[in-house]
């Protein structure tokens, strides 16, 4: 995992959209993404949706 402070989400960004990947909470200030969604996403960026997570 990928492990970035959290910040205030805003509903037209691309991650809301599907259009990169989702983040995982792992703290009350702590967000994180798979790594593994994150390769992904750099393979194919214009191509890129998110699972249901």
């Known amino acids: ?3 970035r ?3 205030h989400g805003n ?3 691309p991650e809301t ?3 990169f990947p989702r983040r995982r909470r792992i703290g ?3 967000v994180a993404w ?3 969604d994150i390769e992904e996403f750099i393979a ?3 191509g890129y949706r998110s699972g249901t997570g």
């Open 1 to 3: 995992m990928i492990n």
């Open 5 to 7: 402070p959290a910040a």
């Open 11 to 13: 509903p037209d960004s």
């Open 17 to 19: 959209a599907g259009r």
């Open 28 to 30: 009350l200030r702590s």
């Open 34 to 36: 798979y790594e593994s």
């Open 44 to 46: 194919d960026p214009l």
